[in-house]
């Protein structure tokens, strides 16, 4: 057994809580930041439900089968198998679809996973110079990830997940693959008798991913050169010349503590700090109120809220590039709430989950979760 002392638990928020005063230092610094030059984006929207009400905190607390997306670590403290489908109808009538399946074993001191993700948009209309008001033709946007996870508790204490991917865009005519890795680790004990847990994930650390396809290859007439006599030529086949684009690769950490640990009714509050590779510093903080067994019955229900800054978006920057100062619907960007219920006996658990989050000037979003256990 470890013992986690004050001065350990006092050091861990200090860090946690420097990171953002140290990436607003940094911003005074020459903005450097590589926006728009990822790919996959849709590999940050998240799985479930809980995990959008809690934001970025929801690394600390997922340790059911949504963990396989948000902290592989994490899965290694589930106590059953189980399964989740979610369906996130996000902006612009896009839609993520997402389902997973996690299986303690070795006694519950390890765990795997599997989970596949689908997000896109089908019949849009093509624009182009020569055509502004369309061409009569349609395309469709298809991204899908596929991913295996396995988790290990290495004591009573620590955790640690790694989670392989592959990932497959198709963007009308051309398409894309990648590979790409997340590693988890999740700390847990008690401070005071009640539950705290400290967590940090990167995520989508893989190769680049290069696009071909048909609307790439071409064929064109070969270039006069200098001083040769115009002559007919043949088209030659051709391809456009394309770089690779990276995966949207995120750093976070976060800590959350049990304000009220009682029987079977908890209050958790958390918060997180993230980095992205082709964004600015953001930072979260969140709340989940629990309670199990209810009336003595086999019904729970929880409650969670948070708010994600997005400094990257903000206007100005009054307080770590968030601004106090915007349209309503941008000041609420960033909130997120939802709510969740289960029916839970020793030997099968079923829950829905519900989460609406605001995304500024392009509207609300809403999150649904169904998960089961055995």
């Known amino acids: 057994m470890h013992r986690f002392t004050t001065p350990r638990l006092a050091l861990s928020a200090a860090l946690v809580g420097l990171a953002p005063m140290v990436a607003s230092a940094q911003q005074d610094i020459a903005d450097n930041t590589a926006y728009g030059t990822t790919t996959a984006e849709f590999l940050l929207l ?31 403290l589930m106590t059953r198998p189980g399964a989740q489908f979610s369906q996130y109808d996000y902006v612009a009538e896009t839609k993520l679809n997402w389902g997973a399946v996690a299986f303690p074993f070795a006694g519950g001191s390890k765990a795997f996973g599997f989970q596949i993700g689908t997000f896109g948009f089908r019949d849009q209309p093509v624009y182009t110079v020569q055509n ?92 006069q050169l200098p001083g040769e006599e115009e002559t007919t030529q043949d088209l030659q ?11 949207p690769t995120m750093f976070r950490v976060g800590l959350a503590y049990d304000v009220v640990a009682s029987g079977n009714n908890r209050v958790t509050m958390m918060g997180e700090f993230n980095q992205q590779n082709s964004n600015k510093a953001g930072y979260g903080v969140g709340a989940e109120i629990a309670s199990n067994r209810l009336g003595g019955t086999a019904f729970g229900v929880a409650l969670r809220g948070s708010f994600t800054a997005q400094p990257a978006n903000a206007y100005d920057t009054d307080f770590f590039g968030t601004s106090i100062d915007k349209e309503d619907d941008e000041k609420m960007q960033g909130l997120a709430l939802g709510a969740g219920l289960q029916y839970q006996t020793a030997t099968f658990q079923i829950g829905f989950d519900y989460a609406w989050k605001k995304m500024g000037l392009l509207g609300d979003t809403n999150f649904f979760t169904v998960s089961l256990g055995w």
């Open 46 to 76: 998240g799985a479930n439900a809980r995990g959008t009400a809690l934001g970025g905190s929801y690394i600390t607390m997922a340790t059911d089968v949504g963990g396989l997306n948000a902290n592989p670590a994490a899965v290694a």
């Open 132 to 223: 502004p008001e369309g061409t009569g033709e349609v395309y469709d946007v298809s991204e899908t990830f596929a991913a295996l996870t396995f988790a290990q508790n290495f004591s009573d204490r620590f955790s640690v997940g790694i989670t392989a991917k592959g990932i497959f865009d198709q963007l009308g005519q051309v398409s894309g693959s990648a590979f790409g890795l997340d590693f988890g680790t999740h700390f847990h004990s008690n401070l005071n008798g009640k539950p705290i847990r400290f967590a940090f994930t990167l995520a989508n650390l893989g190769t680049k991913m290069k696009y071909d396809g048909d609307k790439i290859r071409i064929v064109a007439p070969r270039e």
């Open 237 to 247: 086949p051709a391809v456009y010349r394309t770089t690779g684009f990276s995966l």
